[in-house]
């Protein structure tokens, strides 16, 4: 089920806020996956590089010059609407405060007031019901990620599932999940913009999927996209690491998985994982990782489909290779006769 675009931002907003907050359980991927953005770079969005977007302040403890208290100070102005509209950006799963004897799992910056951590929980608590939407990346924000793996200690999920699937932000969006891990770069990037073009009355409510991915993004499979794809559809399987051709007999579960770095790659269109072989292990679904272990084994469900390419698969490309023989010769009707009658050559022979 796509969510259907009804909501259009009535008043273009002239300038946003990205708060952004890495106090998640997660290796901060999505915040240095960033500095590789090309489609947009992050830059582009920041210095006002692009037409029709407002002016935009990015506060990332990643990035900002103010650390410490004076980055806490950007959290609590935005809970007392000083920073309104803003976008909050969550990176990390969210853990269970819930669920401890002592101390906590996951906190940024101390209570002014009490000296006391504050958690990730509170902030989020604090932040969401104020912003104007609310953005999850990468798979330990949108699903839990690593983290979440069945018997994790700290009973991390998904910001979905701490706030709730229906949740909506004040801008009446739902949670934009933006996940990969760690998130291909220009998604990070487009979607931002693509939030920013929704502020700016320039673009109807975001387009998302049933779990809540920008539907142009992650509706089609990592195999569709493929570089490999050819391989796979002649039956040509590698068995080993470095092997030019498809790497599904090690593992690979692209043909089942929703991520555009297929056709996207890495950097600049360069990379993407079973492009330059790397198994495809499902990093973009609310089912990874557990659904998808162990890895590096055959995914089940290929045993039977990759059988039946083999036997048709081979055939045909015997009889492709039969073609391009016939294709690599000229037709024919086209061979040099007794003398060139044509142009240039023509003009020789009459001098001669
Ligand atoms: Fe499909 Fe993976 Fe093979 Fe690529 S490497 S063609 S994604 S199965
Ligand atoms: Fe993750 Fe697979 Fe996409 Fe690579 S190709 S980013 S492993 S979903």
Redesign the pocket.
Do not use: E, L, R
């Given at each position: 089920m796509n969510r259907k675009n009804s909501f259009q931002q009535k008043s273009p907003v002239a300038k946003v806020t990205v708060l952004w907050i890495t106090a998640g359980l997660g290796c901060d991927g999505e915040s240095v996956a960033l500095t590789a953005a090309t489609q947009p770079s992050i830059e582009e969005i920041v210095l006002g590089g692009l037409p029709g977007v407002p002016e935009v302040r990015f506060i990332n403890p990643f990035y900002s010059y103010e650390n410490a208290d004076e980055y806490i100070d950007y959290l609590e102005s935005a809970e007392k609407d000083e920073l309104n509209p803003f976008i909050l950006v969550i990176e990390g799963s969210i853990p269970n405060e819930q669920i401890k004897d002592e101390g906590y799992w996951a906190a940024l910056g101390t209570d002014k007031k009490t000296g006391q951590p504050t958690t990730t929980c509170e902030w989020i608590d604090r932040l969401a019901p104020k912003a104007w939407a609310v953005m999850a990346v990468g798979?330990c924000a949108t699903y839990g990620g690593i983290h979440a793996m069945e018997g994790n200690p700290t009973g991390a999920m998904g910001l979905p599932d701490y706030l709730g699937w229906d949740w909506k932000s004040k801008g009446e969006i739902p949670i934009v999940c933006v996940?990969?891990?760690?998130?291909?770069p220009d998604n990070i990037t487009e979607t931002l913009l693509y939030l920013l073009y929704q502020a700016a009355a320039r673009a109807p409510l975001i387009p998302l999927d049933e779990a809540l991915r920008p539907t142009w993004l992650f509706s089609e499979t990592?195999h569709e996209g493929?570089d490999r794809g050819g391989y796979y559809e002649q039956g040509q399987f590698g068995d080993d690491y470095g092997s030019k051709y498809c790497i599904v007999k090690l593992g690979?579960?692209?043909p089942v998985?929703?991520?555009?770095?297929?056709k996207r790659g890495?950097i600049g269109g360069v990379g993407?994982?079973?492009n330059v072989g790397?198994?495809?292990?499902?990093?973009?679904?609310p089912g990874?990782p557990d659904k998808f272990m162990p890895f590096m084994n055959q995914p089940p469900g290929s045993l039977l489909s990759a059988q039946a390419v083999m036997t048709y698969g081979k055939a045909i490309h015997a009889l492709r290779r039969y073609t391009q023989a016939s294709l690599n010769q000229e037709p024919a009707w086209r061979k040099r006769g007794e003398k060139l009658t044509s142009g240039y050559a023509a003009e020789i022979f009459k001098k001669s």
């Open positions: 798979t996940p990969g891990c760690p998130t291909q990592v493929c690979c579960w692209g998985v929703q991520c555009n770095v297929g890495w993407g994982c079973p790397g198994i495809c292990i499902g990093c973009t679904m990874f």
